[in-house]
């Protein structure tokens, strides 16, 4: 099994309000990855969490605050978010991020999370 | 700053070509992977290369590493309207220290086949 879930699907939010964003795999990967992409460009990174640490944080807005509950799950809490902030958020997982094996680079990825900011 | 440029941007041909998408840079990978990504949906990983010289084959889909391994290439042959996405292609850098380490994209091919 080489899913990752999203929820919800669709989000259109406010700019002052706050909401979150869920994600969840069970293949026992320990290293998660929060995207943010534009229409018809690559995804671009914002968090790592590996075996449940920040890792990783490409100097993202403090408006995104990710978590990482437990092994499987990844949230990104938003708040005060902005209309440029528009775009498809997704989640992905690897076995491990310092690809101690050669599949462990290979990120699966989530349906993703279409956000609106209105 | 590594890049991986990846060409042709755009693509747009008939049913039953044959087309070929690049990506190359100067850095070395430690390994190389394609994505294929429909429109409101997340990247599908395709494949990964290691080895330099590599070829793998995926149905009518062709991947090949540069025996550098700092380029790969994907061809499709007798393409398909079903074969109509985003490819992407990422390398994974093992030459940054590991707490850095991340997959650096190409800005990817936007295919369209008509029927």
């Known amino acids: 099994d080489t899913e990752v879930t999203q929820t919800p699907k669709h989000l259109v939010m406010g700019m002052t309000n706050k909401k979150s964003l869920k994600c969840e795999q069970h293949?026992?990967?320990?290293?998660m990855y929060w995207y943010k992409q534009k229409a018809k460009k690559p995804p671009e990174l914002m968090f790592v969490y590996s075996y449940e640490k920040l890792s990783i944080n490409e100097s993202v807005p403090s408006r995104f605050s990710p978590e990482c509950p437990n092994s499987s799950l990844l949230n990104l809490h938003l708040h005060a978010l902005q209309p440029e902030d528009s775009a498809l958020y997704l989640c992905?997982?690897?076995?491990?991020?310092f690809g101690t094996g050669v599949t462990s680079y290979e990120q699966y990825f989530g349906p993703g999370t279409r956000l609106t900011v209105t | 700053t590594q890049l991986l440029e990846q060409s042709p941007q755009f693509l747009s041909i008939q049913e039953g070509e044959n087309l070929t998408v690049y990506c190359n840079s100067s850095?070395?990978?430690?390994?190389l992977q394609w994505y294929r990504q429909e429109p409101g949906e997340g990247p599908v990983l395709l494949v990964t290369?290691?080895?330099g010289g590599e070829v793998k084959k995926l149905k009518r889909l062709t991947f090949q590493f540069g025996d550098a391994r700092k380029d790969s290439s994907l061809h499709i042959t007798a393409a398909q309207p079903g074969d109509t996405g985003l490819y992407l292609c990422a390398g994974a850098d093992a030459g940054t220290e590991k707490d850095n380490r991340k997959l650096i994209w190409g800005l990817g091919t936007s295919l369209a086949v008509n029927p």
């Open positions: 850095s070395v990978f430690s390994s």
């Open positions: 290369v290691v080895t």
């Open positions: 992905a997982s690897s076995q491990d991020q």
């Open positions: 293949m026992g990967h320990r290293a």
